[in-house]
C-alpha cells in the first residue's frame, strides 16, 4: 500500500489520519505541536521531527493545515523533498490562490490534488467526510475513500473555490440566525418559539447549526475563511457577519470554540 505522510493533526487532521493508519497504509506524521502525534505513533505511526522528514520516501502526502501561512511554510520545507510520481492532496481550507501557488512550486513529476473537506470531527473519525476534489484524484481516490466520499469539482483548485463558498454560506447563515434571535429578544418573543419558526422555514440548516452540540469549527478559522473569501469577491453581508465573528474571536474562549458558542455569544450581545 502507498506510504502516506500526513502534516497536520489538528482536531480534523488527527481522526483522518487515524482511519488511514487504521486502514493499513504505512503512515508518517507531523505536527507543529509534536505531543498531537504521539498517539498515532503510539499505534504504529512513523514518528518524524519536521516535515521534509515526514515525505521523504512518501507516495502521497496530505496536509490539513491551519491556513494560507501554514502551508507556505510546510512547502518551504517539503517542496524540495518530493519525488516524481508523489502525489499531494492539499485538504486545508486556504483558497484557491494558495493552491495555485503551492501548484507552482512543485517539481516535474509532482502531481498536486485540492481536497478540503465539508463535516466537523465526528464525521472525519467516522470517515464519511464530503470532499471537493479540484484536480486529476484518479491516483489517490483509492485512499481518499477512507476519509469520506470525494466530489469532483473540475480544474485545480475548484475544490478549494467552491470550499470557501459552502464555508461562507454556512457562517453567513449561523450569523443571521444569531441576530434574527437578538430581534427576536429585543422584541420581548420567546426565544424557543422563535427559533422553532426559523427552523421550520428556509434557514432550518442554519439553525441546526447555530445549536450544534458536538462540531468544533473554531470561530477563528471562521475568521480566516471568510477573509480568504473576501479577498476575492466584495461581498458587504459576508464583511459585516466577518466583523461579528471577529469581535467574538477576540475572546480567547470564543476563538477555538466552535461558531455555535460564537453565535450564543452573538445572540446575548449588541
Known amino acids: 500500500m502507498e506510504k502516506i505522510a500526513f502534516l497536520g493533526l489538528g482536531h480534523m487532521g488527527a481522526p483522518m489520519a487515524r482511519r488511514l493508519l487504521a486502514a493499513g497504509h504505512p503512515l508518517s506524521v507531523w505536527n507543529r505541536t509534536p505531543a498531537r502525534a504521539e498517539p498515532l505513533v503510539a499505534d504504529g505511526a512513523g514518528r518524524t521531527g519536521s516535515p521534509s522528514e515526514a515525505v521523504r ?3 502521497v502526502v496530505i496536509t490539513m493545515l491551519a491556513g494560507p501561512d501554514a502551508l507556505t511554510a510546510v512547502a518551504d520545507a517539503v517542496a524540495p523533498e518530493l519525488r516524481p510520481g508523489t ?15 503551492l501548484a507552482g512550486r512543485l517539481g516535474d513529476g509532482v502531481t498536486l490534488v485540492d481536497a478540503p473537506v465539508m463535516g466537523s470531527t465526528d464525521r472525519a473519525a467516522e470517515g464519511t467526510l ?27 483548485g475548484s475544490g478549494a473555490s467552491l470550499k470557501l463558498v459552502v464555508n461562507t454560506a454556512v457562517i453567513g447563515g449561523v450569523g443571521l440566525v444569531a441576530e434574527a434571535l437578538r430581534l427576536a429578544a429585543a422584541l420581548g418573543l420567546d426565544g424557543g418559539t422563535a427559533r422553532a419558526a426559523l427552523k421550520a422555514g428556509p434557514l432550518g440548516g442554519a439553525v441546526d447549526r447555530a445549536f450544534a452540540d458536538g462540531a468544533l469549527f473554531a470561530t477563528d478559522l471562521a475568521v ?10 466584495e461581498l458587504p453581508v459576508v464583511t459585516a457577519v466577518s466583523e461579528q465573528f471577529r469581535q467574538a474571536a477576540a475572546d480567547p474562549a470564543l476563538a477555538r470554540a466552535d461558531i455555535a458558542r460564537a453565535a450564543a455569544h452573538l445572540i446575548r450581545t449588541v
Request: hydrophobic share 50%; proline share 4%; no cysteine.
Open 130 to 156: 464530503g470532499i471537493l476534489a479540484g484536480g486529476d484524484t484518479a491516483a489517490v481516490e483509492h485512499v481518499l475513500a477512507h476519509l469520506g466520499t470525494v466530489t469532483r469539482t473540475g480544474p485545480l
Open 87 to 101: 502525489v499531494w492532496v492539499e485538504m486545508s481550507t486556504v483558497g484557491p490562490d494558495a493552491v495555485r501557488e
Open 57 to 59: 520516501d512518501a507516495d
Open 224 to 233: 480566516k475563511d471568510l477573509r480568504i473569501a473576501m479577498a476575492a469577491a
